[in-house]
């Protein structure tokens, strides 16, 4: 816990220097400046200081050319030009040469910038760099960066490399002279210009160094030591201020929106966990039953999201949650993205609470006419308990007598406007809302993304499960993979064949899965086998039909683009296909994969590929093959995408840091979030004088996104 030193804080200064037009630094002017705002986006001073380098060249070690095995590895090699010559001539003129070394050669080619090119003297010794591209064993570099041995001045350990843009290095604005613009800006700069953003005691406490001598040493590192320390100092403070705003506005939210007290423990929930319940609940069901009904009966509105793998059992959980609202005198909702979700949501429902006088109803687009009229009319008179639905629960006409519960299964499909919506729907206070994802999100990013949520997580599968076997298949064994389904088949189990589909190739997917269905009719003719087909061409209905049959075990194999992906809980369906699996994202992989295990027989995951394969979407299949658990998928998959492309955080500007790498620096913001409450917990409303920075960053800074703002 932080304690508050006696010195008070300087507050961080409007107008201030750093603010200035990015035109009135040396070496600027108005038309590099407008080039810089229109590739860039820096306008001001303090965006081009933000505007870190993304990676530093070491011009103190080169490289042997034998010692280069990594294909797209930065290398900087010293060696004799010994050719140089033009190939091709018009648009495909290039240019080529060979540098030598004392342990090897290597292959120069350039596509542009001849004239340049041609200055450079065959017999010479040269230190060059760039990226090298390996290719069957031969090392080519394509546009490396050029010096005569001798011209180098003192060589620099750490210099800055810039992103940088056709048009800005055509304007004399690539990398090296956006250093030295930023050197100026130093320069002016100095002399304690640059404002502090963290409390006094918050940098004695974990020594950190602080912002002007962080924001100078990112640019200009004079070694490592400094620049590891720089670059946490300006992480943890992104992350910390991120962590600040959630937790913040988390405190503030349940402070303010007081709810519904469910506080009774009644015969419905009674009633069915001695009678009805078909399994002994995990300990991680239990456990995080007990978290929401602490929450439930706190007093204050429940904004809870439940993480929890495909098959980890989070339908019972929503259940029984209902239940306690029932118990209390409330409705309950549940949400679902899709038709065939919510209809499979209702109907499990219903099976399970059969004989104990739960009135359960179902709302979708497709319910129409009487039945609608109907529904509605009930649900407003108070005489259904729980309804299932998908978005159409949003509309006007949706109205309750009491809601005092929404449970939405598969988040990222429902927005926050969406959300708010749900709200206006009970009165006087909002319901208590269960936001389910199977989609396991990395700590990192749910602490990012959900910051202002609680958490609960179900970390346990429940027992008796076999681990689904995944098996990396291509075409050249497809008729072993035919044979497999059919004894599968034989054996009374069903299948799952999915195909991607993306809207930019709809047509081309729509047809690819038509092509494999029929390819698979084939093989298993009717009306010995059956088949069914689901895609998101099709009209509800027809899905509902076709996907009902698959339930009903009326058919054996369902072909299908993604529309299974969340939720489909068929037991039997023990094998699942994965068609052109390099298309999928491993998020995805892993959803689909866990539509299958459900059930007590050994399952399995067959990802189909062509023969080549990228690198990436090897390693995503390497990685599917040898884990089952999605945490470990889910970070796999944000280091190698990045946070910006995990499904569901596209849109957030929450995502967007300067520096910070929700997928490596999660031990950072583990430490600022840890701080970031400490310091909530202590002064809540952040009036303390020592807290004075923080407090302006929360009034006047945390709505910008922007992170170059602050000064
Ligand atoms: P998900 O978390 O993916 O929504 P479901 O709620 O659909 O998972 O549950 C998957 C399957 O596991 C269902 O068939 C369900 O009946 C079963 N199940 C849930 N909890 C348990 C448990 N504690 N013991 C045994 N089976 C369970
Ligand atoms: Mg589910």
């Known amino acids: 816990m932080p304690d508050f030193p006696t010195k008070s804080e300087t507050l961080i200064v ?11 630094l040396k070496g600027v002017g108005p038309k590099r400046a407008l080039l810089l705002q229109q590739e860039l986006g820096i306008h001001t001073f ?21 010692d280069i095995t990594e294909d797209g590895s930065t290398v900087q090699l010293k060696g004799v030009l010994t050719d140089l010559r033009t190939i091709g001539v018009g648009r495909k003129k290039r240019m080529s040469g060979k540098l030598r070394d004392e342990t090897g050669t290597i292959q120069l080619i350039w596509f542009k910038g001849f004239q340049w090119i041609e200055n450079l003297v065959v017999g010479n010794e040269y230190i060059l760099y760039g990226k090298v591209n390996l290719f069957k064993g031969t090392a080519t570099m394509a546009h490396p960066e050029f010096e005569k041995t001798g011209s180098q001045q003192k060589p620099v350990r750490f210099e800055p490399v810039y992103r940088s843009t056709e048009k800005l290095n055509q304007a004399g604005l690539d990398s090296r002279n956006r250093a030295k613009l930023v050197a100026h800006l130093l320069e002016r700069l100095r002399g304690d210009l640059i404002p502090e953003t963290l409390p006094g005691y918050l940098l004695q406490k974990t020594k950190m160094m602080d912002r002007q001598e962080a924001l100078e040493y990112i640019h200009y590192p004079p070694d490592q030591e400094r620049l590891d320390r720089a670059s946490f100092r300006l992480k943890f403070e992104e992350l910390f201020f991120s962590q600040l ?22 015969d419905h929930l009674n009633d069915f966990y001695r009678q009805k319940l078909p399994f002994e609940l995990t300990n991680a069901q239990k456990r995080v039953i007990k978290e929401i009904r602490k929450d439930l009966g706190s007093g204050y509105q ?33 949400l679902a993205p899709t038709e065939i979700l919510a209809s499979q949501h209702y109907r499990s429902l219903s099976n399970l609470t059969q004989g104990l006088g739960i009135r359960i109803a179902y709302l979708s687009g497709s319910v129409k006419g009487n039945q609608r009229k109907e529904t509605l009319r009930w649900l407003h008179a108070g005489e259904i308990h729980i309804i299932v639905g998908t978005h159409a629960l949003l509309e006007d006409p949706v109205r309750f007598k009491r809601l005092g519960l929404c449970i939405i299964d598969e988040q990222h499909r429902f927005g926050v406007e969406q959300r708010s919506r749900l709200w206006q729907k009970a009165s006087p206070h909002p319901p208590h809302v269960l936001v389910m994802t199977a989609t396991p999100i990395p700590r990192t990013l749910a602490m990012t993304l959900y910051g202002d949520l609680d958490v609960s997580v179900i970390d346990e599968l429940p027992p ?72 998101g061409r099709m009209k509800p209905e027809d ?11 009326k058919t054996q194999i369902l072909v299908s683009t993604t529309v299974i992906e969340v939720g489909v809980d068929v037991p039997n369906a023990s094998v699942m296909v994965i068609e052109n699996t390099e298309r999928f994202g491993l998020s995805q992989l ?17 990802l189909m590929t062509g023969f080549n394969l990228s690198a990436e979407a090897k390693k995503r299949i390497d990685i599917m093959v040898r884990t089952n658990n999605g945490f470990e998928i889910a970070e796999a998959d944000l280091e190698l995408r990045g946070p910006g492309d995990i499904e569901g955080t596209r849109q957030s500007g929450q995502m967007e840091f300067a520096i910070a790498d929700l997928g490596k620096d999660g031990k950072i913001l583990q ?17 303390s004088e020592f807290n004075a920075p923080l407090r302006y960053y929360l009034d006047h800074i945390a709505d910008q996104i922007t992170w170059s703002k602050i000064a």
């Open 245 to 266: 705003r959630l937790l913040y506005l988390k405190q503030q939210r349940t402070l303010a929106t007081a709810g519904y007290a469910f506080l009774v423990v009644g």
């Open 46 to 66: 303090a965006d081009l200081l933000f505007d870190f380098p993304f990676r530093y060249i070491d011009k103190t070690t080169f490289h042997q050319i034998r």
């Open 543 to 553: 899905k509902e039909f076709e996907m009902k049959r698959f339930i009903d075990r």
């Open 671 to 687: 430490a600022a979030r840890a701080l970031a409450k400490a310091i909530l917990t202590k002064d809540p409303q952040l009036q």
């Open 14 to 24: 409007r107008n201030h220097i750093l603010l200035s037009n990015i035109e009135f």
């Open 590 to 606: 892993h959803q689909l994969r866990g539509r299958v295990g459900r059930g007590g027989e050994q399952s399995y995951c067959l």
């Open 302 to 334: 429940m904004n809870r999201l439940l993480q929890g793998d495909v098959g980890s059992g989070k339908t019972m959980v929503a259940l029984m949650c209902m239940l306690i609202a029932l118990d209390n005198g409330y409705q309950s909702c549940l």
């Open 464 to 535: 008796g499960r076999k681990e689904i076997k995944t098996l990396h298949r291509t075409e050249a064994t497809r008729p072993q993979v035919i044979e497999f389904l059919r004894m599968q088949i034989e054996a009374g189990r069903q299948i799952y064949v999915v195909y991607p589909l993306i809207e930019e190739s709809e047509k081309l997917d729509l047809q690819n899965l038509q092509t494999g269905y029929e390819a698979l009719l084939q093989h298993f003719p009717r009306p010995k086998y059956q088949m069914s087909i689901v895609h």
